[in-house]
């Protein structure tokens, strides 16, 4: 079983899915534990979500409404420009609250699903230096999932952008990096992409400065990052991002805390 700083043990719950007698498969725990006031602003996010989605809901049925009475009076208008041009402003209005209202369904269903366990991975080999600390970085990263995304954020009450949110779980273990991806890219150690450990940075979308994204690796394919305005800390597949972003490289910055 992987190590656990004691200041972010979650409660723990062995998943069923194990490894075979040759230790093929992965082995995975599901984190059943976070921060109760973590949980406490993500349901009050959702309730304030809810309250804006039911007004978008609300503005769009009335300006449907209002779009049907404007189609009626135009079918028996002398002159129908007016009418035209009036409709044609509704029907905008109307694409518009529809937009919005489907920002905050998608918004309320991100936030719904960061309330649910989390399935990771848990370390093969513990006796690891490097691997041990790097699963203490994605034990504490993994308590932050659905705090909100914010440019140029570094702690959870304000939120998270992809460096900051490497920064301050790094932070959490005594390593400063620095809150910048290609800074953080340029100052910790590289590491082969094809033997990746969890706590490895994963570095996307390549700028002349370096790298523009940042994520941690959790395993299985997966890491954990704070991806852009309007979302919120998350796990996503590396091949997504790879081949939406474009892989830069990957480093270990485990490698200096030991």
Request: hydrophobic share 45%; net charge positive.
């Amino acid at each position: 079983m992987r190590r656990v700083l004691p200041c972010v043990l979650a409660t723990l719950a062995v998943a069923v899915q194990t490894s075979d007698a040759l230790g093929a498969g992965p082995v995975f725990v599901v984190a059943q534990g976070r921060q109760p006031s973590l949980d406490a602003a993500i349901h009050a996010q959702i309730a304030a979500d809810g309250r804006m989605l039911q007004s978008a809901n609300r503005r769009v049925r009335l300006l449907v409404a209002r779009k049907r009475v404007l189609r009626a009076k135009l079918q028996n208008a002398t002159d129908p420009f007016e009418y035209e041009d009036t409709l044609a402003g509704v029907e905008q209005r109307i694409a518009a609250a529809q937009g919005r209202a489907g920002a905050l369904g998608s918004s309320i269903r991100r936030l719904r699903a960061a309330l649910r366990p989390v399935r990771l991975p848990v370390a093969a080999s513990p006796n690891a230096s490097p691997g041990s600390l790097g699963w203490d970085a994605v034990a504490i990263a993994e308590h932050y999932l659905g705090v909100r995304y914010q440019w140029g954020g570094s702690n959870p009450d304000s939120g998270f952008d992809c460096s900051g949110f490497v920064e301050f779980v790094y932070a959490k273990l005594g390593l400063p990096l620095a809150h910048y991806a290609a800074t953080q890219f340029e100052t910790t150690p590289r590491t082969d992409p094809n033997n990746l450990q969890a706590g490895d940075l994963l570095f996307f979308e390549p700028h002349a400065d370096g790298p523009g994204h940042v994520g941690i690796y959790v395993g299985d394919g997966q890491l954990i990052e704070a991806p852009h305005t309007g979302d919120v800390v998350k796990l996503a597949p590396v091949a997504s991002l790879t081949a939406a972003l474009g892989f830069v490289g990957a480093t270990r910055p485990a490698q200096l805390l030991r």
